[in-house]
């Protein structure tokens, strides 16, 4: 069975926005930081294509799509983001520093540690920041060289967090890194993503309308 064009390109063309972003993140000279709240959103918008052509296209009420018409699409990705927005709200905080190991980055989080609180402790691979009001853990992933900083036990400070991202995202401007060759990877299946939705776009311009207006249609 041959895929509709339209939900195609719908469900790819974010997933290939998210390869090129991680791709070109990945070939950076220099580690990259961001809060766990950022890495969900994107992963949110990322998957949200293939949202709008699965669960929501399903599960589409008919009642609101014969009151609103197309606009139903509007409400229906509004609530899809207030779903993600709401995980975002509920994660544990985390820090993720992209193209770096984890034996790379962990003398570096050693040095912000003890700059930040004296009293800084080490208990494996986790680490306790008690004036700070912040615990937790080294997540490696070295495949792909991230590491992730994942809050321990539900009692965190959100200002001690803060603190320790902007203190790393300082110090981590000065630690170079090699680019990490998965980064190649990462572009070709962005490229080829885009081909494919943008060939089933132009190869089949009718079945792209008629897939238009049986989406908007009530």
Do not use: K
Not at 194 to 202: D, H, M, Q, R, W
């Amino acid at each position: 069975m041959v895929p509709d064009p339209l939900r195609l390109a719908l469900a790819l063309m974010p997933l290939a926005a998210y390869c090129a972003v991680l791709g070109a993140v990945n070939a950076r000279r220099r580690p990259f930081i961001t809060t766990g709240g950022s890495d969900l959103a994107v992963l949110g918008g990322a998957l949200s294509g293939v949202v709008l052509v699965g669960p929501i296209q399903l599960f589409r009420p008919l009642a609101a799509s014969a009151e609103f018409g197309g606009y139903v699409w509007i409400f229906l990705l509004v609530f899809y983001w207030l779903w993600i927005w709401l995980a975002v709200l509920l994660s544990r905080p985390r820090l993720v520093v992209y193209n770096v190991s984890g034996e790379e980055l962990r003398p570096l989080v050693a040095e912000t540690a003890r700059e930040l609180d004296p009293q800084a402790r080490w208990a494996g691979e986790s680490l306790a920041l008690p004036t700070l009001g912040v615990q937790l853990h080294l997540e490696a992933f070295e495949p792909m060289r991230n590491v992730s900083l994942v809050a321990s036990g539900g009692r965190q400070n959100a200002e001690g967090w803060r603190a320790l991202h902007a203190q790393l995202r300082t110090r981590l401007v000065a630690l170079p890194t090699v680019s990490n060759p998965r980064a190649v990877g990462l572009v070709l299946a962005a490229a080829a993503l885009t081909a494919v939705s943008i060939g089933a776009l132009v190869g089949r311009p009718a079945q792209v309308a008629v897939a238009a207006q049986e989406m908007l249609a009530f």
